[in-house]
């Protein structure tokens, strides 16, 4: 969900068969924690899920523009930890790679799941390192991350360099995703990021640049029974400024939750509680493969900011039947106000091909 976007139990890679009463114990997420880095960059084994997802605009040499969206997922499945098999998946992993290309006319992507281990697959604790076989994303002693996915249809090999400082998403990082306190994942966003690198196409290789937004979040909690599915935006705004806001929906598409985090080009940061959120379709497009109407067009209102979200293209959906079983769409947007474009960014929409089995 992310999407996202937000945290569950990846239900693509549950393992059935846990020995009863042997499931692990998964800590919670409480509000006082202080973040602390470089340590909360690596992964949080001990939590039931967790993940780093980047997404943002490319440009090519000719001036094209493109969307790009990498997510590596971990999952702690209920399984017996006592288990000393080392074929025991007690850590799964599994990553996402999309490219949205106007030309193409719909999403590519591929993804790939896996059990961590054997030297294939990992997670890191010390920083962000994660990786299966040679699908990567690592941040390096500077602060850059590097990112290479040689995927079915095309790669991408990306340096993503920080220009602000880390945006720590709710109450210093302590983010609530409904109603109850146990209800909330740690959540911090790096926005802003200046990217440049490669992308290969058959056998046609070009020079890229453009913007991110990367996302780490991890919790042990699945969200509400009420909850059906989400709406997220990350965006850079063009006067320096980010916005983070997201509503999670009930059964009858209602908002059930929300929030966010706005700071502005003066570096001020305001939390914005779940009133202060709302996510207004404007348009929708049909998929033809699955049937699934998105709200591809959207006007967000975000404290005293007003948006309307348009979609670089329609089809933007990502079908991860084959890894964490989910059919979302997630797409680059651009962000309007009075008729200026005055951010980029990714939309994330998830529940609308069905309610997501958490």
Partial sequence: ?????????????????????????????????????????????????????????LQTQAGAALGFQITFFRSRPQFDQANPSRFAPRQLLSAHVALSDPVAGKLQHDQRAVRSGFGLALADTADTDVYIDDWSLRREMTG?????????????????????????????GYSRKGPLASQASYYYSQPGLRVSGTLKQGS???AVHGTA???????????????????????????????????IRDKAG????????LRGSDGQVRILAPEDVTFMPVRRWRSPRTGTSYPVAMRLKAGDLTLELTP???????????????????????????????????????????RLNL
């Avoid at 991408?156 to 720590?168: A, D, V």
């Avoid at 670089?312 to 039947?321: G, I």
């Fill in 1 to 57: 969900m992310k999407r996202r976007s937000f945290l569950l139990l990846l239900p693509g890679l549950g393992v059935s068969g846990a020995a009863p009463g042997a499931a692990p114990a998964y800590p919670p997420v409480d509000a006082g924690r202080t973040l602390a880095f470089p340590r909360d960059h690596g992964a949080h084994p001990d939590y039931r899920t967790e993940w780093w997802y980047a997404t943002g605009w």
């Fill in 144 to 172: 850059h991350y590097r990112a290479r996915f040689p995927a079915r249809d095309f790669t991408l090999e990306l340096t993503m360099e920080p220009t602000q400082q880390l945006l720590l998403q709710g109450e210093r």
């Fill in 204 to 206: 046609r290789q070009q």
């Fill in 213 to 247: 937004w990367l996302d780490h979040e991890w919790s042990s909690a699945l969200l509400a029974d009420e909850a059906v599915g989400w709406d997220w935006l990350g965006l850079n705004l063009a006067d320096g400024g980010a916005l983070m806001a997201f509503q």
């Fill in 254 to 261: 209602r908002k059930f939750w929300g929030g966010g985090t």
């Fill in 312 to 354: 670089l293209m329609d089809d933007q959906e990502l079908d991860s039947r084959a890894s964490t079983g989910a059919v979302y769409w997630e797409g680059a947007v651009t962000a309007w106000r009075n008729g200026k474009a005055v951010g980029r960014g990714y939309l994330e929409l998830t529940g609308y091909f069905q």
